[in-house]
């Protein structure tokens, strides 16, 4: 099965590539259709967003499409940035992690460690060319540290202690943070609905 990931974003096509390796599937990314428009992301919820880029992309392609929104969401900021987190710096651009991280940091400046609680989030959506969508959803706990640490990852990555370690998601191999990440939780979500979607076929 052949399945379009709704974004144009490398690091993410790269990690939902490695994550779905043992699926049944092909994953194909918005870079096989150049011709698809970006999608605004205007929603005010993870699923909302997820489910709008993934309908667009299905209907533009005629194929079944994959889209994830995820974010970061923090306990002492009452769950900011959310779904703001890719443009949470005002100066942030597609591929400038570091301000967004950097404003988090000093938003969290006065906070002390064991108020510093958070965690990410991930929804994929599936959506057919027909219009019906399937949502699946991943949550890692974790806190925030004092600084980045870690060159692996992107995002929020340098900054983010998942619970029960002293390292960031970016001071871990590849395969470790697949294990624990929400992205790697959503995903074996998906994988079950696959799994169980191809035996029913067969059946």
């Not at 428009?37 to 005629?62: I, L």
């Not at 706990?141 to 640490?149: A, N």
């Not at 002293?166 to 001071?171: G, K, V, W, Y």
Request: charged fraction near 30%; aromatic fraction near 8%.
């Amino acid at each position: 099965m052949e399945i379009v990931l709704a974004t144009r974003n490398k690091k993410k096509v790269e990690e939902i590539r490695r994550i779905t390796a043992d699926l049944p599937i092909t994953v194909l990314s918005l870079d096989d259709f150049p011709d698809c428009p970006e999608t605004v992301e205007d929603r005010d919820s993870f699923e909302a967003n997820a489910s709008k880029k993934a309908v667009e992309v299905a209907m533009c392609t005629g194929m079944i499409s994959l889209a994830d929104d995820s974010g970061l969401e923090v306990d002492a900021l009452g769950g900011a940035p959310g779904v703001y987190s890719a443009r949470y710096a005002a100066d942030a651009t597609s591929g400038n992690d570091p301000r967004n991280y950097e404003k988090l940091l000093k938003d969290l400046k006065n906070i002390p460690s064991h108020e510093r609680g958070a965690q990410f989030v991930c929804c994929l959506a599936m959506a057919y060319p027909d219009g019906r969508t399937r949502t699946f959803f991943g949550y890692s706990r974790g806190r925030i540290g004092f600084e980045p640490r870690g060159k692996k990852g992107f995002g929020y990555d340098p900054v983010f202690l998942p619970e029960g370690f002293n390292r960031t998601f970016a001071e871990m191999a590849e395969e470790e943070k697949d294990s624990l990440s929400h992205r790697g939780k959503a995903v074996e979500k998906l994988a079950e609905f696959l799994h169980s979607f191809s035996k029913h076929k067969e059946n």
